[in-house]
């Protein structure tokens, strides 16, 4: 299958929002692990006094984890789909929270500018069509030193960790998600997207190749241990 760019990759998450919260709530441990890429930031003071962006934040699962790990940051958080940024923004949160509607690659001109402390990418760098742009544009909107956590799913290169991701794919996935709105199409387009995106040492050497330092590459338990890794560096100082 060729995979959803762009608009019909947009479009395919604005018909998939209304059930999208209750198809990864029915992931053991989606939460979990987006809160522990969250707590891996290790932003200090509970985020007192940082700027703190969230990027892709889909429904505001990836905003609640930040807030988790870091209460009295100021998040602004950012995503191209309206349908799911409605889902988010329809939810009680904090002042300190706020929701813009930008496609990553369009964030100066939405008015989202820097320094931030801290930017936070989940589940989002595979589906852009051109990730390298958008990771050195993330480099010059943090601050020297600035953090950045990538949550992704990015094989290990190793053959049953694709074929385990494959499995849970066409067996739970994709049937669950042609019960919805919009169909089998987005998820059928997330499970190709892992297999045809990098590997996690390929992921990490983008990273490194777009300025970032050091980059560490750290697993995530479970059903998707080799499947999901949260991916930290630095902005150089």
Not at 205 to 220: D, M, N, Q, S
């Amino acid at each position: 299958m060729t995979l959803l760019q762009d608009g019909a990759l947009t479009a395919a998450f604005d018909s998939a929002s209304t059930a999208y919260d209750r198809l990864v709530g029915a992931n053991p441990g989606y939460h979990r692990q987006l809160r522990r890429s969250a707590r891996r930031l290790a932003l200090p003071d509970g985020g007192e006094g940082l700027r703190v962006l969230d990027l892709g934040c889909g429904t505001g699962a990836s905003t609640a984890a930040l807030l988790a790990a870091a209460p009295h940051a100021e998040i602004t958080a950012v995503d191209a789909s309206a349908g799911m940024l409605e889902r988010a923004a329809a939810k009680e949160w904090p002042g300190n929270v706020a929701f813009v509607h930008t496609p990553a690659e369009e964030l100066e001109q939405a008015g989202v500018s820097g320094p931030f402390d801290a930017v936070f990418a989940a589940y989002l760098v595979r589906n852009l069509t051109d990730p390298d742009k958008v990771l050195n544009g993330l480099r010059g909107l943090l601050r020297p030193g600035g953090r950045l956590a990538v949550h992704e799913y990015a094989l290990s290169g190793a053959a049953r960790h694709r074929l385990v991701w494959t499995a849970v794919c066409r067996s739970v996935i994709i049937p669950a998600g042609s019960l919805g709105p919009g169909g089998a199409d987005l998820y059928r387009h997330l499970w190709r997207s892992v297999l045809e995106f990098d590997t996690a040492p390929e992921l990490a050497e983008r990273l490194t190749a777009a300025g970032f330092e050091p980059v560490r590459t750290a697993p995530l338990p479970g059903w998707e241990y080799g499947i999901l890794h949260t991916f930290l560096a630095r902005a150089p100082r």
